[in-house]
T-cell receptor, first 112, second 113 residues
């Protein structure tokens, strides 16, 4: 079974802090994604990566950056956390065309 | 633009009854559709998928129907159980040539005892 893990389930940070969210997948998938999920808005793509050191902006990249130094790990960075970044963050990996994305359990981030 | 939408945001169903969750999609070129289940506080889990060359696909207690004429998907859950309470959403591949997906906003299924 594909396993996607996220570093934290719950996180509370202060405004202005730098926040790192980490995601690891164990199935050698090339494609990895970061989403945020807010009530009524569904899943919104922040960034995705289709290979090591490769990244592309999603629909809402402002205020975020990513890092993919190894194939299995995709990190989301909030350079200076703000209260409007309070959300559920979901990581996913994907083996390729015609297959589903596999999601991690999510990190609920609260910025105070 | 492309969109995947759901007709009902909340669906309440009596335990033991069948549930039907609907999804409309806008991209007629989509060749693959997925249904996910997301329980409270958890990440989405794959339930079932269907390819565009099929009209129906059955799994364990779930059936997905695809009507390409009206660009409509439905997820049917037979004999709904309390454990089926969750948010369900559909997804289709983005046609931009990447591996992105477009997700619906979801329908919350509440199972009444």
């Amino acid at each position: 079974d594909v396993k996607v893990t996220q570093s934290s389930r719950y996180l509370v940070k202060r405004t202005g802090e730098k926040v790192f969210l980490e995601c690891v997948q164990d199935m050698d998938h090339e494609n990895m994604f970061w989403y945020r999920q807010d009530p009524g808005l569904g899943l919104r793509l922040i960034y995705f990566s289709y290979d090591v050191k490769m990244k592309e902006k999603g629909d809402i990249p402002e205020g975020y950056s990513v890092s993919r130094e190894k194939k299995e790990r995709f990190s989301l960075i909030l350079e200076s956390a703000s209260t409007n970044q309070t959300s559920m963050y979901l990581c996913a990996s994907h083996p390729g065309q015609g297959y589903e994305q596999y999601f991690g359990p999510g990190t609920r981030l609260t910025v105070t | 633009g492309e969109s995947v939408g759901l007709h009902l945001p909340t669906l309440s169903v009596q335990e033991g009854d069948n549930s039907i969750i609907n999804c409309a999609y806008s991209n007629s070129a989509s060749d693959y559709f997925i249904w996910y289940k997301q329980e409270s506080g958890k990440g989405p889990q794959f339930i079932i998928d269907i390819r565009s060359n099929m009209d129906k696909r059955q799994g364990q207690r779930v059936t997905v129907l695809l009507n390409k004429t009206v660009k409509h998907l439905s997820l049917q859950i037979a004999a709904t159980q309390p454990g089926d309470s969750a948010v369900y959403f559909c997804a289709e591949p983005d046609t931009s040539g990447t591996y992105k997906y477009i997700f619906g906003t979801g329908t919350r299924l509440k199972v009444l005892a």
